[in-house]
């Protein structure tokens, strides 16, 4: 019984894919993962940020919405 072309292409995908996996579970054990309290720490700080960068954001986009409302420009 002949193998066809597609049988034999699966195989070397087939270990490629198992490869990939091999090598992304060794980088993984590689990686410095933070503890509990670094990350709480990380997370306040993004947190923080965020809300940051928000408020600057929402302060900016009033004050030109004010100026051009003055100006006529937009309605409103």
Do not use: Q
């Amino acid at each position: 019984m002949a193998v066809s072309n597609k049988a034999l292409a699966i195989r070397p995908l087939f270990d490629r894919l198992k490869r990939f996996w091999r090598d992304a579970r060794a980088e993984l054990r590689k990686v410095s993962w933070p503890n509990r309290k670094e990350l709480t720490t990380y997370t306040i700080v993004v947190l923080v940020v965020t809300a940051i960068v928000s408020l600057f954001i929402g302060v900016v986009d009033l004050i030109f919405s004010e100026i051009l409302r003055l100006l006529g420009l937009l309605r409103g």
